[in-house]
């Protein structure tokens, strides 16, 4: 199965933007349908955008939408969330998630084999 690690989290203020890297391991990348997900403290996790296996599709939760992209490049492994106009509502741990089945992940999170270890993204007002 692959394993997934997260980057680029970080401290920032309402408005700026970041973007958070996801490092997949394993030869077969290209055939995963990739996604992230957010969880804010006392709040359950919740779908944040997804890719399908070859890019071409894209999904994003209404919150987001507008402000936040996500993308993948196979050929380096990782997947990617740019984030801006970044709100302290955007503030959560956010996971990078994997699936081997879908051909893009749901925003319930059905048919995820792996997930990463969260990276924190706090946006101050």
């Known amino acids: 199965q692959v394993q997934l690690v997260e980057s680029g989290g970080g401290l920032l203020q309402a408005g700026d933007s970041l973007r958070l890297s996801c490092a997949a391991s394993?030869?077969?990348?290209?055939?995963?349908?990739m996604g992230w997900f957010r969880q804010s403290p006392g709040k359950g996790r919740e779908f944040v955008a997804a890719?399908?296996?070859?890019?071409?599709?894209?999904a994003y939760a209404e919150s987001v939408k507008g402000r936040f992209t996500i993308s993948k490049d196979n050929a380096k492994n990782t997947v990617y969330l740019q984030m801006s106009s970044l709100k302290p509502e955007d503030t959560a741990v956010y996971y990078c998630?994997?699936?081997?089945?879908?051909?893009?992940?749901?925003?319930?999170?059905?048919?995820?084999?792996?997930w990463g270890q969260g990276a924190q993204v706090t946006v101050s007002s």
């Open positions: 890719i399908s296996r070859t890019g071409f599709s894209t």
């Open positions: 998630a994997a699936s081997s089945t879908a051909y893009i992940i749901q925003p319930l999170g059905t048919q995820i084999g792996a």
């Open positions: 394993g030869r077969t990348f290209s055939s995963y349908a």
